[in-house]
């Protein structure tokens, strides 16, 4: 005789249900982390300083987008910011690089802001400003490089970019650098942030052992304050040129940790 129907769907509902407990519990399990990722530039750079991780981050799924600061004040990098962060579709890592440290450490109150990766990055405290930071260091030589024009507005010499700033990267991208710098508004090192995100959000922070920027010293303070998770990088002060893929990794790492959250209402990347 044969089995009834019935037999047949139980036996094949069994059968079904053993495999799937054979399974990984990776393919069973929703993804976890952050999909989100805004990038911040610092100053004397544009979003295009993060054009090798931008195109490893989307390749690893992540929806990414790089802000274009004015570098005029902080304020006005801030809000936009906050508008690339309204953007996206969900809850964000915001990332920031040197300058960029600032103004993540403001932006990132933002309720949608879910964590903070600092990178060669400069993070004051609430009251402070750029001039406030580094005073107990000795300073890092890229500082004697700083050009003024007469808007008020600071360059870096030829000099200050290839030696300074991105020694390691490859002379067609010294050159590159140093023609697509963004300059930044003097007024703008005197703008103090007025409450830290960092003492609200989870931190990381990719120190530059070869720094002449920013001094290793104080990034290292900077990283004990906001206890941070750390990773050092024998580099210089741009390591997205020279050392893409291990910057990518730690922000990809870091996005993994953090909880996804319900969706974001406002539209942005899907």
């Known amino acids: 005789m044969f089995p009834s129907k019935r037999l047949v769907l139980i036996a094949l509902a069994s059968f079904l249900l053993a495999v799937a407990g054979t399974l990984p519990a990776r393919a ?26 931008i195109l490893q981050l ?23 910011t906050r508008r690339a962060v309204a953007r996206m579709n969900g809850p ?22 879910a964590g903070l990766l600092y990178v060669s990055a400069l993070v004051p405290n609430d009251g402070q ?7 107990d260091y000795p300073p890092a030589p890229g500082g004697a490089e700083f050009r003024e024009d007469a808007a008020g507005f600071l360059t870096l010499s030829v000099r200050g970019m290839e030696t300074f700033f991105v020694p ?13 710098q ?15 995100a960092w003492k609200t959000r989870p931190c990381w922070n990719i120190i530059d052992t070869e720094d002449q920027m920013i001094q290793p ?16 990088l024998k580099s210089g002060h741009v390591p997205m040129l020279s050392q893409p893929g291990k910057v990518v990794a730690f922000i990809v790492a870091a996005a993994q940790k953090l909880p996804a959250g319900p969706k974001a209402v406002a539209t942005g990347n899907k």
């Not at 390691?168 to 697509?180: F, M, N, S």
């Not at 963004?182 to 830290?196: C, E, R």
């Open 28 to 53: 069973q399990s929703a993804p976890v982390g952050v999909k989100n990722v805004v990038l911040v530039h610092g100053a004397f750079a544009d979003g295009s300083s993060w054009g090798k991780v």
């Open 168 to 180: 390691d990267a490859t002379p067609t991208e010294r050159k590159v650098t140093y023609a697509t």
């Open 217 to 232: 010293a104080l990034q290292r303070a900077q990283a004990a304050m906001t206890k941070a998770t750390t990773l050092e």
């Open 58 to 80: 989307q390749a690893r799924g992540l929806a990414v987008t790089a802000v274009q600061l004015p570098l005029t004040s902080l304020g006005d990098d801030v809000a936009v």
């Open 182 to 196: 963004g300059p930044w508004a003097k007024k703008a090192l005197s703008d103090k942030v007025s409450t830290a």
């Open 129 to 135: 400003a750029v001039a406030d930071l580094g005073k």
């Open 92 to 113: 964000v890592l915001l990332v920031g690089h040197s300058w960029g440290g600032v103004v993540i450490t403001e932006a990132g109150n933002d309720p949608k802001v």
